[in-house]
């Protein structure tokens, strides 16, 4: 059971626009930044946004990140076959000291 | 190239040791933080371990507490967990993550990863 709730899966079409949530609380997500992460199959992990909306360099426009509250969202505009990968969202939590992952969602183009 | 490159892990019974270790390249170790990250099917992803770039601020996971140590050689530039008293819970891919500059507890990079499989 991971601190942070994600949707198991979500899907789209080639050139779609897909969103995906991130659901935590108080301690974590609703007073911390929240991270994403890109994990494509049989690899590490990579940062994909990070402090809620920014992007490392190299990170394509498509990603973008938002945060509300104690939720926080990622969304990939202009779905390509290349981002079929797992998402992970991330945050520091007060109350356990350290950062927590949300459980992973498996986007898939269709 | 920025790179990490993790070694070490295998597959140990409840109760062995192990170190693992993570050779860094490309960069200025000396210079970030670095932590231990692992993953599990079944648990996901899971922080493991921080430590400061001169190794003066450590800290734990309160499931590996008291069980594994963090170090680091930024002479070597290098970076060790050593694991006592493993577990079946412990059963994991282990990743070094360097962190992000200016982004405290975010992950900008990350090694390959390590099998560390504990079976009785």
Known sequence: QSVLTQPPSASGTPG????????????????????????????????????????????????????????????????QSEDEADYYCAAWDDSLSGPVFGGGTKVTVL | ????????????????????????????????????????????????????SSSTAIYYADSVKGRFTVSRDNAKNSLFLQMNSLGADDTAVYYCAREHRGSFGSFGLWGQGTQVTVFS
Do not use: H
């Open chain 2, 1 to 52: 190239e920025e790179q990490l490159v993790e070694s070490g892990g295998g597959l140990v019974q409840p109760g062995e040791s192990l170190r693992l270790s993570c050779a860094a390249s490309g960069f200025p170790f000396s210079t970030y933080t670095m932590n231990w990250v692992r993953q599990t099917p079944g648990k996901g992803l899971e922080w493991v371990s921080y430590i400061g």
């Open chain 1, 16 to 79: 779609q626009r897909v969103t995906i949530s991130c659901s935590g609380s108080s301690s974590n997500v609703g007073s911390n930044n929240v991270d994403w992460y890109q994990q494509l199959p049989g690899t590490a992990p990579k940062l994909l946004i990070y402090r809620n909306n920014q992007r490392p360099s190299g990170v394509p426009d498509r990603f973008s990140g938002s945060k509300s509250g104690t939720s926080a969202s990622l969304a990939i505009s202009g779905l």
